[in-house]
């Protein structure tokens, strides 16, 4: 194609598409940035540099591609007399790049912006109201900010949406320690992944909370049920009796 047309920008946008998926980030980088000096409003080029710059915690380049894809994407609905409004956005139809308003949300609730977060979840969610990814996505904000009645409400309607999300079990057994129901956050875990696996993750978020001895005991059942294998619970052990014969030597002192 470039043999035909070597200034073609869709080109180029196709050639990174292509790497990208191939997992050749740089090569693609090149034809992104290629295209983009051909036609620096080619939206798709714009959403495929953001969320390929979030994967890599590019945090910065992420916000300005994905930032600009909107702008265009937005200025595209505003030319339609069909689209509709909600607050300062209008509402993205099926030509819009919807994993760039997912993307730029998730970045906001990363860098604490958790109330423009929830405006681009809710937004897409016009557009996908049965989406199971998108209300877990908005349930998990919810829980970022500890407001963990409504984190519950999404994520267990995430879960009426699709029974085999793993994240949204996931992020609802994270409600659940937070809400110090440590049985029911168990149950939760095991959902989405192995009981070992789950005692692991569960002694590990306790263990953050400073609770030692139940991370302890949590730890030593996850070895014991999978005894042959589970190297990070054995480190996750020793971490948490290195933490708690360190708070009982400053309590004794």
Sequence with gaps: ALDF?????????HIGRIHTMRGNPEIAFRA???????????IMVHADLGVVSMDKRQYREARIHLAKAIELDQKRLASLSV???IGNLYVPDRDSPARVYN?????????N???????????????????????SNLGYSYYLTGELAI?????????????????AWTNLGLVYVRKGLHKRALATF???????DALNDLGYFLMLEGKY????????????TSPSYFEQAQKNLKRAKAELSDEFRHATN
């Design 190 to 196: 095991e959902q989405a992944m192995e009981p070992a």
């Design 83 to 85: 689209s509709r409004m």
């Design 32 to 42: 992104y940035n290629e295209a983009l000096a051909l036609d620096p409003n080619l």
């Design 213 to 224: 001895e139940q991370a302890i005991e949590l730890f030593e059942r996850a070895i014991d």
């Design 151 to 167: 984190a519950e409400k999404y994520l267990r309607q995430a879960i009426r949406e699709d029974q085999n999300l793993d994240r």
């Design 103 to 111: 993307a730029i949300a998730i970045l906001d609730d990363v860098q």
């Design 113 to 135: 912006k958790h109330e423009s977060a929830r405006e681009y979840f809710r937004l897409l969610l016009e557009l996908q109201p049965h989406s199971a990814i998108l209300i």
């Design 5 to 13: 047309n070597a200034e073609n920008a869709e080109t180029f946008y």
